[in-house]
Protein backbone atom coordinates (compact mmCIF):
# COMPACT_ATOMS: atom_id res chain seq x y z
CA UNK A 1 0.00 0.00 0.00
CA UNK A 2 2.87 2.45 -0.12
CA UNK A 3 2.54 5.37 -2.48
CA UNK A 4 -1.78 4.96 -2.40
CA UNK A 5 -2.19 8.68 -2.09
CA UNK A 6 -0.01 8.92 -5.23
CA UNK A 7 -2.12 6.22 -7.02
CA UNK A 8 -4.82 7.50 -5.86
CA UNK A 9 -4.18 11.09 -7.46
CA UNK A 10 -2.82 9.35 -11.06
CA UNK A 11 -6.36 7.57 -10.66
CA UNK A 12 -8.23 10.59 -10.28
CA UNK A 13 -6.34 12.22 -13.35
CA UNK A 14 -5.43 9.58 -16.02
CA UNK A 15 -9.51 9.20 -17.49
CA UNK A 16 -10.31 12.68 -17.48
CA UNK A 17 -7.04 13.91 -19.00
CA UNK A 18 -7.17 11.05 -21.96
CA UNK A 19 -10.27 12.25 -22.45
CA UNK A 20 -9.76 15.86 -22.76
CA UNK A 21 -8.60 15.33 -26.23
CA UNK A 22 -11.80 14.05 -27.41
CA UNK A 23 -12.60 16.18 -30.46
CA UNK A 24 -16.44 16.57 -28.59
CA UNK A 25 -14.79 17.77 -25.78
CA UNK A 26 -11.37 19.63 -26.18
CA UNK A 27 -10.70 20.47 -22.51
CA UNK A 28 -6.99 20.87 -23.55
CA UNK A 29 -8.40 24.29 -24.93
CA UNK A 30 -9.24 25.51 -21.67
CA UNK A 31 -5.91 24.42 -19.54
CA UNK A 32 -4.97 28.55 -20.45
CA UNK A 33 -7.85 29.19 -18.05
CA UNK A 34 -7.66 26.08 -15.75
CA UNK A 35 -4.41 26.32 -14.21
CA UNK A 36 -4.30 29.83 -13.78
CA UNK A 37 -7.40 29.00 -11.89
CA UNK A 38 -5.92 26.47 -9.80
CA UNK A 39 -2.69 27.72 -8.91
CA UNK A 40 -4.49 30.76 -7.64
CA UNK A 41 -6.84 28.27 -5.08
CA UNK A 42 -3.65 26.85 -4.17
CA UNK A 43 -2.08 30.17 -3.32
CA UNK A 44 -4.70 29.87 -0.09
CA UNK A 45 -5.72 26.43 0.16
CA UNK A 46 -2.10 25.28 0.74
CA UNK A 47 -1.22 27.67 3.04
CA UNK A 48 -4.08 26.85 4.83
CA UNK A 49 -3.71 23.56 4.69
CA UNK A 50 -0.11 24.10 5.89
CA UNK A 51 -0.91 25.68 9.07
CA UNK A 52 -3.95 23.23 9.79
CA UNK A 53 -1.10 20.25 9.61
CA UNK A 54 1.18 22.09 11.93
CA UNK A 55 -1.39 22.61 14.19
CA UNK A 56 -2.24 18.95 14.86
CA UNK A 57 -6.19 19.52 12.97
CA UNK A 58 -5.27 16.60 10.22
CA UNK A 59 -2.19 14.69 9.06
CA UNK A 60 -0.59 12.35 7.18
CA UNK A 61 0.20 8.35 7.33
CA UNK A 62 3.65 8.08 6.27
CA UNK A 63 3.15 4.05 5.49
CA UNK A 64 1.03 5.47 2.59
CA UNK A 65 3.32 7.79 1.37
CA UNK A 66 6.26 8.61 -1.01
CA UNK A 67 8.05 10.38 1.25
CA UNK A 68 8.66 13.28 -0.69
CA UNK A 69 7.70 16.65 0.91
CA UNK A 70 7.23 20.10 0.19
CA UNK A 71 7.19 22.31 3.48
CA UNK A 72 5.34 20.54 5.95
CA UNK A 73 2.84 18.37 3.46
CA UNK A 74 3.28 15.07 1.05
CA UNK A 75 4.26 16.07 -2.52
CA UNK A 76 0.61 13.62 -2.73
CA UNK A 77 -1.12 16.53 -1.16
CA UNK A 78 0.42 19.09 -3.30
CA UNK A 79 -0.90 17.32 -6.27
CA UNK A 80 -4.15 16.22 -4.77
CA UNK A 81 -5.06 20.40 -5.66
CA UNK A 82 -4.17 19.48 -9.12
CA UNK A 83 -5.12 16.14 -10.01
CA UNK A 84 -8.80 16.76 -8.39
CA UNK A 85 -9.64 19.93 -9.62
CA UNK A 86 -8.72 18.89 -12.75
CA UNK A 87 -11.20 15.86 -12.79
CA UNK A 88 -13.88 17.37 -11.38
CA UNK A 89 -13.44 20.66 -13.90
CA UNK A 90 -13.39 18.53 -16.33
CA UNK A 91 -16.72 16.42 -15.63
CA UNK A 92 -18.37 20.03 -15.24
CA UNK A 93 -17.48 20.96 -18.57
CA UNK A 94 -18.09 17.92 -20.22
CA UNK A 95 -21.58 18.25 -18.56
CA UNK A 96 -21.77 21.88 -19.74
CA UNK A 97 -20.90 21.17 -23.45
CA UNK A 98 -22.39 17.94 -24.14
CA UNK A 99 -26.10 18.28 -21.86
CA UNK A 100 -26.30 21.90 -21.92
CA UNK A 101 -29.65 21.36 -20.19
CA UNK A 102 -28.44 19.76 -17.34
CA UNK A 103 -29.03 22.67 -15.17
CA UNK A 104 -31.10 23.93 -12.32
CA UNK A 105 -34.10 26.22 -13.14
CA UNK A 106 -33.42 29.94 -10.94
CA UNK A 107 -35.80 28.98 -8.42
CA UNK A 108 -34.36 25.53 -7.74
CA UNK A 109 -31.27 27.37 -6.81
CA UNK A 110 -32.49 29.42 -5.16
CA UNK A 111 -33.67 26.73 -2.60
CA UNK A 112 -30.90 24.66 -2.93
CA UNK A 113 -28.78 28.09 -1.88
CA UNK A 114 -30.91 29.37 1.07
CA UNK A 115 -31.33 25.67 2.18
CA UNK A 116 -27.00 25.38 2.29
CA UNK A 117 -26.89 28.95 3.28
CA UNK A 118 -28.95 27.94 6.36
CA UNK A 119 -27.43 25.01 7.39
CA UNK A 120 -23.78 26.39 6.88
CA UNK A 121 -24.40 29.24 9.08
CA UNK A 122 -26.29 28.13 11.95
CA UNK A 123 -23.38 25.35 12.31
CA UNK A 124 -21.09 28.02 12.09
CA UNK A 125 -23.03 29.95 14.75
CA UNK A 126 -22.62 26.68 17.21
CA UNK A 127 -19.71 25.16 16.55
CA UNK A 128 -17.12 28.38 15.43
CA UNK A 129 -14.66 27.22 18.05
CA UNK A 130 -13.89 24.48 15.84
CA UNK A 131 -11.43 25.45 13.28
CA UNK A 132 -12.03 22.70 10.61
CA UNK A 133 -15.96 23.67 10.86
CA UNK A 134 -15.57 27.60 11.42
CA UNK A 135 -12.96 27.95 8.13
CA UNK A 136 -14.14 26.06 6.09
CA UNK A 137 -17.96 27.03 6.32
CA UNK A 138 -16.94 30.51 6.63
CA UNK A 139 -14.95 30.40 3.14
CA UNK A 140 -17.89 28.57 1.74
CA UNK A 141 -20.78 30.76 3.05
CA UNK A 142 -19.08 33.92 1.89
CA UNK A 143 -18.35 32.28 -1.43
CA UNK A 144 -21.72 31.32 -1.95
CA UNK A 145 -23.19 34.72 -1.41
CA UNK A 146 -20.94 36.50 -4.11
CA UNK A 147 -21.54 33.67 -6.56
CA UNK A 148 -25.25 33.81 -6.25
CA UNK A 149 -25.67 37.46 -6.07
CA UNK A 150 -23.12 38.18 -8.88
CA UNK A 151 -22.89 34.88 -10.95
CA UNK A 152 -25.76 32.96 -10.53
CA UNK A 153 -26.23 30.94 -13.49
CA UNK A 154 -22.71 29.48 -12.33
CA UNK A 155 -24.24 27.73 -9.27
CA UNK A 156 -27.05 26.64 -12.18
CA UNK A 157 -24.28 24.49 -13.88
CA UNK A 158 -22.28 23.70 -10.51
CA UNK A 159 -24.73 22.00 -8.42
CA UNK A 160 -26.83 19.23 -10.24
CA UNK A 161 -22.98 18.28 -11.59
CA UNK A 162 -21.63 18.66 -8.31
CA UNK A 163 -24.27 15.91 -6.50
CA UNK A 164 -22.87 13.50 -9.06
CA UNK A 165 -19.11 14.39 -8.07
CA UNK A 166 -19.55 13.82 -4.78
CA UNK A 167 -19.93 9.85 -5.57
CA UNK A 168 -16.38 9.57 -6.84
CA UNK A 169 -15.19 12.19 -4.21
CA UNK A 170 -16.43 9.80 -1.46
CA UNK A 171 -14.81 7.00 -3.10
CA UNK A 172 -11.67 8.90 -3.23
CA UNK A 173 -11.85 9.88 0.61
CA UNK A 174 -13.00 6.74 1.97
CA UNK A 175 -9.86 6.01 0.82
CA UNK A 176 -8.07 8.28 2.49
CA UNK A 177 -9.89 8.60 5.68
CA UNK A 178 -9.14 4.61 6.10
CA UNK A 179 -12.58 2.66 4.39
CA UNK A 180 -11.59 -0.43 3.01
CA UNK A 181 -8.02 -0.04 3.66
CA UNK A 182 -5.84 -0.66 7.35
CA UNK A 183 -5.38 2.59 8.42
CA UNK A 184 -6.17 6.28 7.88
CA UNK A 185 -4.28 7.68 4.91
CA UNK A 186 -5.06 11.27 6.32
CA UNK A 187 -6.47 11.71 9.80
CA UNK A 188 -8.36 14.29 11.50
CA UNK A 189 -8.58 15.53 14.86
CA UNK A 190 -12.53 15.25 15.83
CA UNK A 191 -12.05 17.96 18.43
CA UNK A 192 -11.56 20.63 15.33
CA UNK A 193 -14.75 19.29 13.23
CA UNK A 194 -18.09 18.64 14.01
CA UNK A 195 -17.53 14.48 14.41
CA UNK A 196 -20.16 13.58 11.89
CA UNK A 197 -18.63 10.91 8.81
CA UNK A 198 -20.13 9.90 6.15
CA UNK A 199 -18.77 6.36 6.34
CA UNK A 200 -15.14 7.34 7.68
CA UNK A 201 -15.27 11.36 5.35
CA UNK A 202 -15.74 14.16 7.58
CA UNK A 203 -18.76 16.32 6.61
CA UNK A 204 -16.46 19.34 6.46
CA UNK A 205 -14.93 17.60 3.65
CA UNK A 206 -17.85 17.58 0.87
CA UNK A 207 -18.28 21.69 2.08
CA UNK A 208 -14.15 21.67 1.08
CA UNK A 209 -14.28 20.35 -1.82
CA UNK A 210 -17.49 22.54 -3.09
CA UNK A 211 -15.41 25.37 -2.13
CA UNK A 212 -12.28 24.12 -4.01
CA UNK A 213 -14.25 23.42 -6.95
CA UNK A 214 -16.79 26.41 -7.45
CA UNK A 215 -13.58 28.68 -6.91
CA UNK A 216 -12.26 27.70 -9.91
CA UNK A 217 -15.11 27.20 -12.04
CA UNK A 218 -16.09 30.57 -10.72
CA UNK A 219 -12.32 31.51 -12.03
CA UNK A 220 -12.08 29.25 -15.23
CA UNK A 221 -15.44 31.30 -16.28
CA UNK A 222 -14.20 34.36 -15.48
CA UNK A 223 -11.07 33.96 -17.39
CA UNK A 224 -12.68 32.28 -20.51
CA UNK A 225 -14.88 35.92 -20.49
CA UNK A 226 -12.30 38.38 -19.83
CA UNK A 227 -9.96 36.02 -22.25
CA UNK A 228 -11.80 34.04 -25.30
CA UNK A 229 -10.36 31.72 -27.33
CA UNK A 230 -10.19 32.51 -31.20
CA UNK A 231 -12.89 30.41 -32.01
CA UNK A 232 -15.12 31.89 -29.41
CA UNK A 233 -14.66 35.39 -31.06
CA UNK A 234 -17.77 36.68 -32.92
Not at 120 to 130: A, E
Request: hydrophobic share 50%; aromatic share 22%; with cysteine.
Amino acid sequence: MWHLYLLLDIASLSVPFLFSFHPKLKFYKLWKYFFPATFIIMAFFIPWDIIFTQQGFWGFNEKYLSGIHLGNLPIEEWLFFICIPYACLFTIYAFKNLLPKFSLSKKVTGIVYFSLQTILIVSLLYFYDRWYTAVNFGYAIVLLALVYNYKRETLQVFFPVFLILLVPFFIVNGFLTGSWIHEQVVWYNDAENLGIRIGTVPIEDSIYALTMLLTVFVLMEKFSEKYPSQEEIP
